[in-house]
């Protein structure tokens, strides 16, 4: 007759319901899995899958009691990491839609919103299109599956019983990052930017030049057409940013753990 005592249950929640929070935290948050339009119980089949498949590559944590004060501070400790991992790859996608829209508020299109499914809100269509454009790039350079790897890596560089102890100057560069957000994403949106404001200062100089013109039927749909015209050109040069910028955020989703 199989028997369950207390010393399984204390093994099975180290060897695998700390690991699973750490994961937990990651789907949560971080960009493709943690998306609003997927459901919570896709979520939590993917973290409860991810979780089985690093269980033994875990190193195996103290014996500590999981009712106990240190155990449920391992727990929040795992969850935190995790998230903040997550944050970190998170950070690069809010700069593009913050590209999309500074450059569809310049277009005059910041009033054209659609439904984003991976949201599950309403966005301005232009930050939509970069967003879809990021994360298609980021599936094609196989960042989900690098990702996973930094989450795999994180384990043997940081393992379950250190909490937060590690690397607690790098949650401050972690939390300054979040200014980064707004920078990448106006050098993003800067050709669009720069060409609507030259469009923009010819636009007030025709009008000076020549007062019964109608300045918003004629500016209106310029700026429309310059800001599309900009961006395609700029579409093909954006991908090599991208790529760059993905791989900094993988570098950063190590940084909460570096000593």
Request: glycine residues 10%; aromatic residues 8%.
């Amino acid at each position: 007759m199989l028997r369950i005592g207390e010393a399984d249950l204390v093994a099975f929640v180290g060897a695998f319901l700390w690991p699973l929070a750490r994961v937990a935290g990651l789907v949560a948050v971080a960009p493709v899995f943690g998306n609003a339009g997927i459901p919570r119980s896709t979520k939590a089949a993917i973290a409860i899958a991810f979780t089985v498949a690093l269980a033994p590559l875990v190193p195996p944590p103290p014996g500590l009691d999981p009712y106990s004060g240190a155990g449920l501070a391992i727990l929040a400790a795992q969850m935190l990491i995790g998230t903040a991992m997550g944050l970190a790859m998170r950070f690069v996608f809010t700069a593009v839609d913050v590209a999309g829209e500074l450059a569809g508020l310049q277009m005059g299109l910041g009033f054209a919103t659609f439904f984003d499914p991976q949201n599950a809100t309403q966005t301005p269509v232009v930050a939509q299109m970069m967003g879809l454009l990021a994360t298609l790039t980021f599936l094609a350079i196989n960042g989900h599956l690098m990702m996973l790897q930094a989450l795999a890596d994180s384990f043997a560089s940081v393992p379950v019983a250190a909490g937060l102890a590690a690397g607690r100057g790098a949650w401050l560069e972690l939390a300054r990052m979040g200014s980064a957000i707004f920078v990448t994403g106006l050098m993003l949106a800067l050709p669009v930017v720069v060409a609507l404001l030259m469009t923009n200062v010819a636009l007030g100089i025709l009008t000076r030049a020549a007062p019964q013109l109608n300045i918003f039927a004629v500016g209106f749909p310029l700026t429309i057409l310059v800001g599309w015209a900009v961006l395609g050109l700029a579409l093909p040069h954006a991908a090599p940013l991208l790529v760059q910028a993905f791989g900094e955020g993988l570098k950063a989703m190590l940084l909460p753990l570096t000593p």
